[in-house]
């Protein structure tokens, strides 16, 4: 096996095995663009690293192949006293995780070299400056040095001055105190050896992918955890080595709306992280056309090169030294969501891209944060300041000054704002606990803005008028208003606007749009243009689960095809409760038809609303499901009564508390309930299709299903389903009779199940919860933090289908379901129907539809369109 990759030997296809930053390094450069050289050792020896805890075999041999290689290519060695070459360690994984993992510059510099690189530059504050920066940067990610213990010597060194104001002989201090420092906390001299420099900073790396920041960062974003990342050498370009040279960030469109323009941060004499970090405050990047017209110039011709070669938004890290401009990582880069539509159509209008390609350039995950309620524009709150729009949304809570503090009281169920000067990723948990985040350092490429992006997290950054105390908790405005940590402040994400109290929230023009608003802004009309192109190529029909005439409207507007479960037991409850203890209670046959027979009305009338709203749409409706004792009202308190009551307890009382003593289940999930319940108790299924039946023939154009939930074997579903045919024909309506397919068995015996069963509807909240024997309401909160951690699942099987077992017991029930019944119609009707990865499966399986919450209907169509591409 190969693993290690020269720049000219990749491509940008490789992020496998190269990662995001060297597939991409490899293809500027095969693309001819001023990429310094240097090569990738792949994320399969990250893995092998990880696993086996030491690097494969023959890895140095080809790290020393490929370093004499590069040593030749640019006429030095590495470290070497007189003309050292220096290299940088980069980590890079397939996706991007914005520093999350180490990066190491300047290696090869020790006390010899050091002094070969002054003379070589002939300058010599950039020689001492760039060797402290190694130390610290080394001391920090490769030795594990608090990072604070430099920061503050640098601080100290620094008074008020710049970083810039120190020269030469402060820098050459600064690199003693820093030795003195490693030698403190390590015991150890600061490795001065080039070669063992490189060897270390590469483990370092690999072993960055396991801190605890990327694993948390990882969870959050869905990156699998076993990808592994893949370190980049690449010889040092110069940054730091006077006024005409420097560092910078671009994107080739603005990465908040999408606009064509130039966007970007620049910092004169400043290296790597200086620009994001928020050290000295950069000038934006137009400034770059009055400091250095010519790399400017260049710039703006590679960030269109690489449009319209990667045909889509790129963001672009570079470094100038002494003029000459050197590009050091692209990649196709984060976007609001608001953005991503926008660019998706923008670029069709381009020519770039197809509507295919758009349509599978964005997600639902975007569609849903677009569909957010945004501030009223007419709110009264005092505007405290305002920042730059980084990441949109409309967020309201307590204002927090640190990580750890956001995390403590969002677990206690409170909305908080994480207030800091900048953000860096120790933050990263208090950002994923928190509603938005503000800063008052850092443009749009800072870490708080990439990050929060990310996301889909609300953030206004760069709210210089904000004085942030993270110490005393409290942040001050201008004219001295001060926020103190539980302060209530809100947030605009859109507009960057920061409000004293609570901001009231209107709905957003894409929802407004989606309940048959106009289709005007910009936004709107791209939002418009891809849910068209999706309708128009995806197979899968959208149906919402509605259980009342209202929800059904309001599911028809958001684009659905039909109902796909409209449960029952509401019409149970209320005033009705009575009704049903009556039921309960019944000694005789009479007793018991007399409840039901006053029950049916009130159901027919519940059904005619829901037809009238779905009129023409097919509408499936489930038979009462959950156990009876749910009706009842609570042991404890019924006991109570009676026993306080003594003698002259109300002889209703006590029989009702003999039923709950009688109907009491340990598992009540397992027990009496669905189908069961229509077997046990006589009437009770028939009286509701009854009920059905007589609706259908008042309403325009209904199309029922009637759905017997928890079956497990044909045999249950066959009497209930003959007594249905038999009233439904008697009444002369048409009717499909389905059943749920919910219970391992009736998976397993789809094929015979599916005699009688005209349709399938997969209710997977119960097939995941029997298929795992989780009680769905007991252990997301008991240990699935446990399972995350422990990586038995990488997301909720209650959130996202889990392919491999619930996922397998689907498959065989559609291929054994449609063997029976060719025609067999099958959906899908658990929550799992508006989660966009589970509508992809459910496209692969070969469903007919599937059924989600009205407001998730509008997402599903989007995935439904993208799973058909
Ligand atoms: P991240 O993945 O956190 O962005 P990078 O590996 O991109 O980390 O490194 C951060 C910064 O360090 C880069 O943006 C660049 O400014 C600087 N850098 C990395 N390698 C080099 C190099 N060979 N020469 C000059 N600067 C470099
Ligand atoms: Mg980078
Ligand atoms: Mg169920």
Redesign the pocket.
């Known amino acids: 096996r190969k693993f290690v990759y020269d720049f000219t030997e990749g491509n940008k296809d490789l992020k496998d095995l190269l990662g995001g930053?060297g597939a991409n390094l490899a293809e500027m450069t095969n693309l001819g663009l001023p990429v310094?050289p240097?090569f990738t050792i792949t994320t399969d020896a990250c893995r092998h690293y990880l696993a086996e805890g030491d690097v494969p075999d023959g890895l140095a041999a080809e790290i020393a192949v490929h370093l004499e290689a590069l040593e030749t290519r640019m006429g030095k060695r590495l470290g070497d006293a007189a003309d050292p070459l220096l290299?940088?360690v980069?980590?890079?994984a397939k996706f991007s995780m914005?520093?999350m993992?180490e990066?190491v510059?300047n290696i090869g510099l020790n006390d010899a070299s050091v002094l070969g690189l002054a003379k070589q530059s002939g300058n010599e504050r950039f020689a001492w400056d760039s060797y402290r920066r190694l130390i610290q940067m080394f001391g920090k990610t490769v030795l594990d040095i608090e990072g604070e213990l430099f920061e503050a010597a640098l601080d100290e060194l620094k008074g008020s001055r710049q970083d810039t104001d120190l020269d030469a002989g402060d820098l050459q201090r600064l690199v003693e105190t820093y030795k003195g420092i490693v030698r403190e906390q390590k015991g150890r001299e600061f490795p001065s050896d080039p070669r063992e420099q490189m060897e270390l900073a590469i483990r370092a790396v690999f072993d960055s992918w396991n801190a605890p920041r990327a694993v948390l960062y990882r969870r959050q974003e869905r990156i699998p955890a076993e990808l592994g990342t893949a370190v980049?050498v690449?010889?040092?370009?110069?940054?730091n080595i006077g006024m005409d040279s420097g560092?910078g960030?671009a994107f080739t469109r603005d990465p908040g709306s999408g606009h064509q323009g130039v966007y970007g941060d620049y910092l004169q004499n400043a290296?790597?992280?200086d620009?994001v970090a928020g050290i000295r405050n950069t000038v934006p990047l137009q400034e770059l056309e009055r400091i250095d017209p010519a790399s400017y110039r260049e710039l703006l011709d590679i960030m269109s090169t690489l449009e319209n070669h990667y045909r889509d938004l790129c963001d672009i890290?570079f470094?100038i030294e002494r003029g000459k401009l050197?590009m050091?990582?692209t990649r196709v880069g984060k976007r609001t969501a608001g953005a991503a539509f926008c660019i998706a159509t923008q670029l069709v209008d381009e020519g770039l891209i197809d509507m295919d390609e758009a349509v599978s350039r964005v997600s639902g995950h975007q569609l849903a944060q677009l569909m957010f309620p945004r501030f009223s524009a007419t709110a009264g709150n005092t505007r405290l300041t305002t920042g730059m729009n980084a990441s949109p949304g409309a967020a309201v809570g307590k204002a927090v000054f640190t990580s750890a503090k956001a995390v403590e009281l969002a677990g206690r169920g409170e909305p908080v704002i994480l207030v800091r000067r900048e953000t860096n990723p120790d933050d990263l948990a208090g950002m994923i606990a928190a509603q938005g985040v503000l800063t008052s350092r850092g443009g749009k490429t800072s870490h708080a803005a990439v990050v929060a992006r990310g996301m889909g997290k609300t953030c206004v950054c760069g709210a210089e008028e904000l004085v942030v105390d993270t110490r005393a908790g409290r942040c001050t405005a201008p004219g001295g208003v001060v926020v103190s940590e539980g302060d209530v402040i809100s947030i605009d994400g859109s507009t960057g606007a920061v409000y004293l109290g609570e901001v009231p929230v209107v709905a957003s023009p894409v929802m407004e749009y989606f309940e048959g608003g106009p289709v005007e802004d910009e936004l709107v009309v791209a939002v418009d243009r891809i849910m068209r192109h999706a309708d128009a190529v995806r197979r899968l029909a959208v149906r919402a689960n509605a259980d009342t005439p209202e929800d059904a409207a309001r599911a028809r507007a958001f684009g659905a095809q039909g109902i796909g479960l409209c449960r029952t037991e509401h019409m149970f409850l209320g005033d009705r409760r009575k009704l049903v203890e009556d039921l309960i209670l019944a000694s005789t046959g009479e007793e018991r038809q007399a409840a039901l027979d006053a029950l049916e009305p009130l159901q027919k009338a519940d059904f005619a609303g829901i037809f009238a709203a779905m009129d023409g749409l097919p509408v499936t409706i489930r038979l009462i499901d959950p156990p009876l004792h749910e009706f009842l009202p609570d042991y404890t308190e019924l006991a109570v009564k009676v026993a306080l009551a003594g003698d002259a307890a109300d002889e209703k009382d006590r029989r009702l508390l003999d039923a709950v003593k009688r109907l009491h289940e340990q598992n009540p999930m397992l027990g009496l309930r669905g189908v069961r319940l229509g077997l046990v108790i006589p009437g009770l299924f028939a009286m509701q299709v009854r009920a059905i039946a007589d609706a259908a023939k008042e309403s325009a154009d209904p199309r029922a299903e009637i759905m017997i939930p928890l079956v497990g074997a044909v045999q249950e579903l066959e009497s209930v389903r003959e007594e249905a045919l038999r009233i439904l024909a008697d009444k002369g309506v048409d009717a499909m009779v389905g059943t749920m397919i919910e219970v391992p068995r009736a998976a397993l015996t789809a094929g015979q199940i599916a005699e009688a069963a005209e349709f399938f509807s997969f209710g997977t909240n119960d097939l995941t919860q029997m298929t795992w024997a989780f009680s769905r309401d007991d252990v997301e909160s008991a240990f699935f933090g446990k399972y995350l951690d422990l990586g038995i699942f990488g997301v909720s099987p209650f959130e996202s289908i889990d392919r491999d077992g619930v996922g397998r017991l689907m498959r065989i029930a559609v291929e054994e379901g449609r063997r029976t019944r060719p025609d067999l119609k099958i959906g899908i009707c658990g929550e799992h129907g508006g989660d966009p990865a589970s509508v992809h499966f459910c496209h692969e399986i070969g469903l007919d539809y599937v059924s989600c919450s009205p407001f998730r209907v509008a997402v599903a169509r989007l995935e439904a369109g993208r799973a058909a591409l």
């Open positions: 930053k310094p240097g290299v940088s980069r980590s890079g914005p520093g993992m990066t510059l980049n690449v010889a040092m370009v110069f940054g560092t960030v290296q790597g992280e620009v890290e470094t050197w050091l990582q």
